[in-house]
């Protein structure tokens, strides 16, 4: 079974910065699409970054283009998201995922989800 662990979240006032990380068991990690979501209570699940199996090609949501990057360490089995610039409006539930086939940030690609760390920007 695989397992994502998501670590760094926290509280931070507008402006400031935090830095995601997540931790995968999957055997080879390397071959996956990984991606991170967020969602408030309420609303759907709103893809925030992707990044390719070789790390080459990523994807961004217009409202995190520029703030936020995405990158991963096949030899460390982990993907990065460094948050920048944060907004109150980018509060919510971070969640990594995992996607076996096409990249990119639809939802219904990802078949494994981590259990989510809470982001909390203050203004």
């Known amino acids: 079974q695989v397992q994502l662990v998501e670590s760094g979240g926290g509280s931070v006032q507008a402006g400031g910065s935090l830095r995601l990380s997540c931790a995968t068991s999957?055997?080879?990690?390397?071959?996956?699409?990984m991606a991170w979501f967020r969602q408030v209570p309420g609303k759907g699940r709103e893809g925030v970054a992707a990044?390719?199996?070789?790390?080459?090609?990523?994807y961004y949501a217009d409202s995190v283009k520029d703030r936020f990057t995405i990158s991963r360490d096949n030899a460390e089995n982990t993907v990065y998201l460094q948050m920048n610039s944060l907004k109150p409006e980018d509060s919510a539930m971070y969640y990594c995922a995992a996607a076996p086939f096409r990249c990119g940030l639809i939802s219904y690609r990802y078949n494994t989800w981590g259990q989510g760390t809470q982001v909390t920007v203050s203004s």
């Open positions: 999957r055997n080879p990690y390397s071959s996956v699409c």
């Open positions: 990044v390719s199996t070789g790390g080459g090609t990523t």
